[in-house]
C-alpha cells in the first residue's frame, strides 16, 4: 500500500499505542475521584497538559482538551465574537475564505445569528495577505480568523504578521493550527488568542485535540462550552478521555523532536515529487500558492484525469491520495477553495487531486504513485475516456 493521505489523517505511532493501552488498563480511575487510583488518573492528566504547555511555551491552564480541532474552532470562535459583541466593540468578524468547513460553518452560523463575515479569497497572486484583512476591517470589527495552513492546497498562510497586527488593534484572533507541525505551531504562540489542534493529524489517536486559549484582555475569558462537572475548570464538563489525553501528549513530544529531520524530509520527498513528474509525459499544474506551500501538502491540476476517476483507479491499485478535504471528497462535491483560487475554471476543480506526506513517506512511494499515473493516463487513452 501506499499512503499519500496524511493531511487527511496519520497512523498512531507504536509508542503513542503503548501510552493507550497502559492508560486503558492501568489508569482506569475517574480522575474526579478522591481515592488513590482516581488522583493517580488526575495526576498524569496534569503532566500530559504540563508537558504539552511546556513544548509549544504556554501556560498550562490556557490549555483546554476537546475532542479534537472541530470542536476547539467552535467553541474559540462562538465564544470570542460572542463575548466581544456582548462588550459592545462590535459584530464584524474578517476571516480567510479558504478555511476548513469546521471553521467556515461555524462562522456561517454565526453569520445567521447576525454577525456580519468578510471573507479573505487569494489575490491575483494566489495570496491571502494583512494588507487585505487592515483593508477589511471597520470600526465593527472585533475578531480575525486565518488557518495556519490549509489543508488542501497547503498554502501557508501569514498567521505571525496576521496576530501582531490583530494584537496591536485589539482584535481577537483565532489560527487553526491542525495541519501546522512542530515547531510551527510554537511559533505561532505568542500572536494568537486561540489555537485549535488535532492528535490525529500527528501520529495521535483520532477524537482528541486541544484548545490553546489566551486572550488579550480579561474581559474576553473563556465561557464555558459544556455544561456540567467541574472537568477542564469547569469550562468542558465531563470525564476526561484520559487514554488519548496522554496519547496525544507522546504523540507531541516525539513529533517535535522529530520536527527538523521530518522537515528535511518532507521538503525532499516534495522536490523529488516535481522533478519526476516534470520528467514524465504527464502534464500538471500546482493548484493554490505554491510561492508559500507548505512542504506535507501538494494539490495537483491533472487535465485529462478526472479526479473522482482518478482516486478509484489509484484506490484499486492501493495508492490512496484523496481530492481534497475529506469531507468534500466523500460527497463528491467540488471542492471550495480550488473554487476559490479558481472561480472560473471549473475543469479545474474536476480533474485536481492532493497528495499529503508525512514521516513514512518514500522515495518509492513516488515512484509507485508516478508509474500507476502514466498507466491509467495509457488505459484512458486507449478506452478513449
Ligand atoms: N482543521 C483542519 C485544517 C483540518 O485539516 C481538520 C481535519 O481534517 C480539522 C480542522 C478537524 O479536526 P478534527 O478531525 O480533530 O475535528
Redesign the pocket.
Known amino acids: 500500500m501506499v499512503y499519500l493521505d496524511y493531511?487527511?489523517?496519520t497512523p498512531l505511532r507504536p509508542e503513542v499505542l503503548e501510552t493507550i493501552k497502559n492508560a486503558l488498563e492501568l489508569d482506569f480511575g475517574n480522575p474526579s475521584s478522591i481515592y488513590q487510583i482516581g488522583k493517580k488518573t488526575k495526576r498524569k492528566i496534569s503532566s500530559a497538559r504540563e508537558s504539552i504547555a511546556k513544548l509549544l511555551g504556554i501556560i498550562p491552564n490556557n490549555l483546554y482538551f476537546t475532542?479534537?480541532?472541530?470542536?476547539?474552532?467552535n467553541w474559540a470562535i462562538i465564544h470570542q465574537a460572542q463575548t466581544a459583541r456582548k462588550l459592545g466593540k462590535g459584530n464584524h468578524i474578517v476571516a480567510s475564505a479558504i478555511?476548513?468547513?469546521?471553521?467556515r460553518e461555524t462562522l456561517v452560523f454565526l453569520e445567521q445569528e447576525g454577525f456580519e463575515i468578510t471573507w479573505i479569497y487569494p489575490d491575483e497572486n494566489k495570496h491571502i495577505t494583512l494588507q487585505a484583512f487592515e483593508a477589511a476591517s471597520t470600526s465593527k470589527t472585533t475578531g480575525w480568523v486565518a488557518?495556519a495552513?490549509?489543508?488542501e492546497v497547503g498554502a501557508i498562510l501569514p498567521t505571525v504578521d496576521l496576530g501582531k497586527s490583530a494584537k496591536q488593534l485589539g482584535y481577537w484572533f483565532h489560527v487553526?493550527g491542525?495541519?501546522a507541525i512542530g515547531h510551527q505551531l510554537k511559533t505561532l504562540i505568542p500572536y494568537v488568542t486561540s489555537l485549535?489542534v488535532?492528535?490525529?493529524?500527528f501520529y495521535g489517536p483520532?477524537?482528541?485535540?486541544f484548545l490553546v486559549y489566551q486572550p488579550w484582555e480579561t474581559a474576553m475569558l473563556l465561557k464555558p462550552f459544556i455544561h456540567g462537572g467541574s472537568q477542564e475548570s469547569s469550562k468542558r464538563a465531563g470525564t476526561e478521555n484520559t487514554p488519548y489525553i496522554l496519547g496525544m501528549a507522546k504523540a507531541l513530544e516525539l513529533s517535535l523532536d522529530e520536527a527538523a529531520e521530518t522537515q528535511a524530509n518532507l521538503f525532499e520527498i516534495n522536490q523529488y515529487l516535481i522533478e519526476q513528474l516534470d520528467n514524465s509525459a504527464i502534464t500538471f499544474a500546482i493548484n493554490g500558492d505554491n510561492d508559500s506551500r507548505a512542504n506535507h501538502i501538494i494539490n495537483l491540476w491533472l487535465p485529462g484525469f478526472s479526479s473522482s476517476q482518478l482516486l478509484i483507479q489509484m484506490d484499486l491499485a492501493e495508492i490512496f491520495v484523496s481530492a481534497g478535504?475529506?469531507?468534500s471528497a466523500g460527497s463528491l462535491e467540488d471542492s471550495l477553495i480550488l473554487k476559490a483560487y479558481y472561480p472560473d475554471d471549473s475543469q479545474r476543480w474536476q480533474e485536481s487531486i492532493r497528495l499529503s506526506f508525512g514521516n513514512q513517506t518514500t522515495k518509492e512511494d513516488i515512484d509507485k504513485f508516478i508509474v500507476q499515473l502514466n498507466l491509467i493516463k495509457e488505459r484512458n487513452h486507449s478506452y478513449g475516456i
Open positions: 493531511a487527511a489523517t475532542s479534537g480541532a472541530t470542536e476547539a474552532n478555511e476548513h468547513p469546521s471553521v488557518m495552513i490549509n489543508n487553526d491542525v495541519q485549535s488535532s492528535a490525529h493529524k483520532k477524537g482528541i485535540g478535504s475529506a469531507c
